[in-house]
């Protein structure tokens, strides 16, 4: 293997898809191969996991859950604060490989596991903290209170743009809260998962708690849709299109399951008369191609107050036109290739048909001649109600609109299905202000004076809308991984009924 880090990792040539207490399982499933969007070379393969596979990851899985719930927090905290350590031991290969596997350049790629690692610190803080309230009991000599358990085995489904901070976000918080968790990542990104799960689940194997960290690698058809159907899984953590959410919402609500669900976005930008146009243009810019237009939070449409609309237009194609395409292990590169090459025919097929319907490409829009899979990231400008923009294409495709009244910007930015990331940028307090009151943006996320991606992990991350409504990271998030039970206790020497209820016998 020409990458000595993947050895470092635990990458074989062939890999096992599925793991649990004891290791990785032999599986029998298909074999894929993965290879590096960034060259076309093959990296290594997997073989996938069956159904019979998934059943041994779910029995350990329940096996472990016994045991790890009696654990307190603050020492389950304690154990999660040594996976966080042991990333930051291997950051540097691990953002390798997820550069090598998912294609973005690599100050992303060590950005992102440094983003599981801060997960795992603020998980630690956590596990001090997972409070409930106590209430004032109606009742004479009664006291009243609420507690937060551990819910079971959490199935977790990740997307393949972060193959591994996703599972962080949620694997992280699970742990401290008590459960255990099978990850199905996305076949797109397998290696990153193995490697992810090696690291961690050694140091929960060296404590006795193999099993916590389940991982099952297969197809949806099978092992992704026996999992969201399976009742021994109390809560499923999704991440992924609203496509997939819509599927993975159903099943689960049909069971009376419980689901976290984390979908697609169509972000916008707006930029007032009064930003500093510096400023935006560094914002637009990291939001439209970061990770070559392939995050959640990704700009997709730009709003531009009509009296700067031209000169910031005409600054945002001289950026884009200089944006350095290429390989992403290259320091200077700022744009990487797409996951694949199906991802370059849905670029170059959403060109098609912004053209099609009337959209001015003002640059990009192209393939780019060499092997892997690389666009040339596009502005187009259009009417707001162009079709095609109400859609989430992802990857880079900017869409730039001019409006006259802020309202009217506001009106329009709302006026998609997803309500994941959202942000204006102006120097007045009376713009942001009408910007983030509950008659604004009806985004999860809403930003000022920064872009739409690029989120720090203490806030809870999640969106509105056909986003799903999910919650992860920071803030309270960590509710969504448990169970709140209610306690009222009596020690007094009657049996008052509350509301007043008289039953005597
Ligand atoms: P995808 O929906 O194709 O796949 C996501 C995951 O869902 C994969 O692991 C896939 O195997 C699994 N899946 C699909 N169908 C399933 C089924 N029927 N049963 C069980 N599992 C199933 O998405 P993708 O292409 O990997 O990722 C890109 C999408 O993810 C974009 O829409 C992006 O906006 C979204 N995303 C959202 C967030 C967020 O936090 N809101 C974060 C990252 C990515």
């Not at 294409?393 to 329009?412: E, R």
């Amino acid at each position: 293997m020409a990458h000595d880090f993947l050895a470092r990792l635990g990458i074989d040539a062939i890999n096992n898809g599925a793991a649990t207490k004891g290791g990785f399982i032999e599986t029998t499933g298909r074999v894929i191969t993965i290879t590096s969007p960034g060259t076309g070379e093959e990296i290594a393969k997997v073989r996938l996991a069956n159904l019979q596979d998934y059943e041994k990851v779910v029995a350990e899985a329940h096996a472990a859950f016994v045991k790890w719930r009696m654990l307190p927090a603050p020492a389950r905290g304690e154990i999660v604060r040594q996976m966080g350590d042991a990333m930051r031991k291997q950051k540097d290969d691990l953002g390798r490989l997820v550069t090598l596997e998912m294609g973005k350049v690599l100050s992303e790629g060590l950005g992102e596991v440094q983003e599981s690692i801060d997960m795992a610190d603020l998980a630690v803080g956590m596990s001090r903290q997972l409070f409930g309230l106590t209430m004032h009991s109606e009742r004479p000599g009664h006291r009243m209170y609420e507690q937060w358990h551990p819910m079971g085995i959490v199935g977790i489904i990740t997307a393949f743009n972060f193959p591994n901070a996703v599972w962080a976000w949620n694997a992280m918080v699970a742990a401290i809260a008590g459960d255990v968790m099978i990850w199905k990542p996305s076949l797109k990104a397998p290696l990153t998962a193995i490697a992810t799960h090696k690291i961690c689940d050694a140091v929960m194997t060296e404590h006795g708690f193999g099993g916590v960290m389940g991982l099952i690698i297969g197809d949806d058809a099978d092992v992704g849709t026996t999992m969201i159907n399976d009742r021994r899984l109390p809560l499923i953590s999704a991440t992924g299109s609203c496509r997939m959410g819509r599927i993975v919402g159903e099943a689960v609500a049909k069971r009376l399951g419980r689901s976290l669900l984390e979908l697609g976005g169509n972000n916008a930008i707006i930029v007032h008369k009064d930003a500093d146009l510096d400023l935006a243009l560094r914002g637009v810019a990291f939001g439209a191609v970061g990770t070559a237009g392939q995050r959640c939070t990704s700009t997709r449409r730009l709003f531009l107050h009509q009296d700067i609309a031209e000169e910031f237009t005409s600054r945002l194609v001289a950026a884009f036109k200089k944006f350095p395409i290429g390989d992403p292990m290259e320091s200077g590169t700022l744009v990487g290739p797409l996951i694949d090459e199906d991802a370059v025919q849905t670029f170059l097929a959403a060109i098609s048909t912004i053209q099609e319907q009337g959209g001015e490409v003002l640059c990009g829009g192209t393939r780019v001649d060499r092997p892997g899979s690389y666009v040339v990231p596009a502005v187009v400008r259009a009417n707001v109600d162009l079709p095609v923009a109400k859609e989430e294409t992802f990857a880079p495709i900017l869409y730039v609109f001019t409006y006259s009244d802020l309202s009217q910007a506001i009106g329009f930015q709302n006026d998609v299905d997803q309500g994941l990331s959202s942000s204006i940028f102006t120097d007045s307090f009376r713009a942001s202000e009408p910007f983030l009151a509950h008659s604004g943006s009806d985004c999860g996320i809403a930003n000022v004076n920064i872009g739409t991606s690029g989120a720090e992990i203490g806030g809870a991350f999640g969106g509105e809308k056909d986003t799903g409504g999910g919650r992860e990271a920071g803030s309270d998030s960590w509710k969504a991984y448990m169970r709140r039970q209610t306690c009222t206790l009596n020690w007094s020497k009657d049996l008052p009924l509350a509301q007043g209820v008289t039953f005597d016998i």
